[in-house]
């Protein structure tokens, strides 16, 4: 291919980031390229919080329309944020080898577990899951990218805020004083990155495949599965991990009470030749549990 590639990104600094990751690979197959940097209503919008704004792909579906409407030729999406179904005339092109998956909380002192903290964070899953760990704590919402909710921090009347650790570190930000949050279900194919294009364009979709990252595509697809079957949007209180090692797929998938006072949990090792319906098998299991009940608070 001789043409040049477009790659549609949003233009927070952390989407230009992963873009410019992505044209690094592209590069390792002689393909030249350019960032096109879309404006998302996710970006624009910070006042709510997103599960107020009642939309799924708030940060994807104006890269869906730049696509579909022949402005770029692929678009870079953190996965997590993108909804389990695609739109039509849209197809994977590849996912690369997952970043960290981790949370992190971002401290202002060292007595935020002690006391009565109030953290800040505009992510269901995230509240929720704090809540049910530390029930005597309350949280209040912030919005804006990586740089924005550093910011925000330092003028906040809290004790600290929940952030994902994989921008921090791609960013090269992650303070100091923050602790890994080890205990809490990431969202799902949270750390992993999503490439799309339009599936008519062959030629393009069959060389981005060398790129795909099968074992991180596995689990990605495995998790959100799980989300899809609990017909949870990507800002519900919803967690899933599948790791693979030795042989096994080890998933975890939790759904939370938005107050924290209830939560289901699947937890099992299987083994890979075994797992291809993991994510399913998870979202079945809490389904029985009462899940649905749970969601429809």
Known sequence: MNKLVRIGTRGSALALWQARQVQHMLETLGLRSELVAISSSGDIELQKPLYEMGVQGIFTKELDVALLEDQID????????????????????????????ADVFISKNDAWE????????????????????????????????????????????????????AGLIRLEMLPKQHTVLDWMVPA??????????????????????????????????????FLRELEGGCTAPIGALAKMKDGQVHFIGSITQKDGKQQLVFNQYMPVEKANDIGSIAAKELLSRGAKAMLDE
């Open 74 to 101: 692929v678009a870079v999406h953190s996965m997590k944020d993108v909804p389990t179904q695609l739109p039509k005339g849209i197809a994977l092109a590849f996912i690369p080898k997952r970043g960290p998956v």
């Open 114 to 165: 002690d006391t009565k903290s109030i953290v800040a964070t505009s992510s269901l899953r995230r509240g929720a899951q704090w809540l049910h760990k530390y029930p005597h704590h309350s949280t209040i919402g912030i919005r804006g990218n990586v740089p924005t909710r550093l910011k925000k921090l330092e003028t906040m009347d809290c004790q600290g805020t929940i952030m994902a650790i």
């Open 188 to 225: 799902p194919a949270q750390g992993a990155l999503l490439v799309t294009a339009l599936a008519s364009n062959k030629e393009l979709m069959e060389t981005l495949s060398l790129l795909n990252d099968d074992e991180t595509a596995f689990c990605v697809a495995q998790e959100r599965i």
